[in-house]
């Protein structure tokens, strides 16, 4: 299976301020066969964007997602205070579909 | 709108059987290919299974080969997960969601808001 590996576990960041997350997989999956979703506690994930870098419908400009291969990036401009949250990437282009293991954006 | 509704969560002991349904409504539920992912107390998020649209092509993760089945009623607009021969390692949250388009994507758009399966003698 492909094991999805997220960094960093936790980001703190300030509101105004730019995040970037890493997600890398154990091998290629594919050009961009990578999704990323935002989790807020109680809550159902949110997905965000899809095939590594096209935003889900309704998902704000700041979200941008980048990467190919094995190495991808969610970028999140300029933080509001809802964006707060934990972030998952997740790999489609093999079975198991595998998610990471989260990324815990918190405020500084 | 869309609109996913899970039931049939619930305590069962190590080696029980639980049935999970998802309800689906505000779309065309035979046009879309259906999962099941589970969320472990204070953990991330682990796909479980998915059910094609015909409902003949069918996946499942490894730890769950053997013991669960996925299914669909078209009709009924209806999906479910029949969990055989439960562990506490199966005590996780369980969402049901929705292919992102008509067809197969394998990313989720819509989720629903979960059933808590707790297993534990």
Redesign the interface.
């Known amino acids: ?1 492909v094991v999805m590996t997220q960094s960093p576990a936790t980001l703190s960041v300030s509101p105004g301020e730019r995040a970037t997350l890493s997600c890398r997989a154990s091998q290629t999956v594919g050009s961009n066969y990578l ?1 990323w ?1 935002q ?1 807020k506690p109680g809550q ?2 949110r ?1 965000l964007m ?1 095939d590594a870098f096209t935003r ?2 309704g998902i704000p400009a700041r979200f941008s997602g980048s990467g190919s291969g094995t190495e991808f990036t969610l970028s999140i401009s300029s933080l509001q205070s809802e964006d707060f949250a934990v972030y ?1 990437c ?1 790999q ?1 282009f093999n ?8 990324t815990r954006l918190e405020i500084k | 709108q869309v609109q996913l509704v899970e039931s049939g969560g619930g305590v069962v002991q190590p080696g029980g059987s639980l049935r999970l349904s998802c309800a689906a409504s505000g779309f065309t539920f035979s046009s879309y290919g259906m999962h099941w992912v589970r969320q472990a107390p204070g953990k991330g998020l682990e796909w479980v299974a998915m059910i094609y649209l015909d409902g003949i092509s069918i996946y499942y993760t490894d730890s769950v080969k053997g013991r669960f089945t996925i299914s669909r009623d078209n009709s009924k607009n209806t999906l479910y997960l029949q969990m055989n021969s439960l562990s506490p390692e199966d005590t996780a949250v369980y969402y049901c969601a929705r292919d992102y388009r008509s067809g197969w994507t394998n990313y989720f758009d819509y989720w629903g808001q979960g059933a808590l399966v707790t297993v534990s003698s």
């Open positions: 299976e999704a979703y989790q159902a994930p997905l899809y889900a419908t998952y997740q489609y079975w198991p579909i595998t998610f990471g293991q989260g």
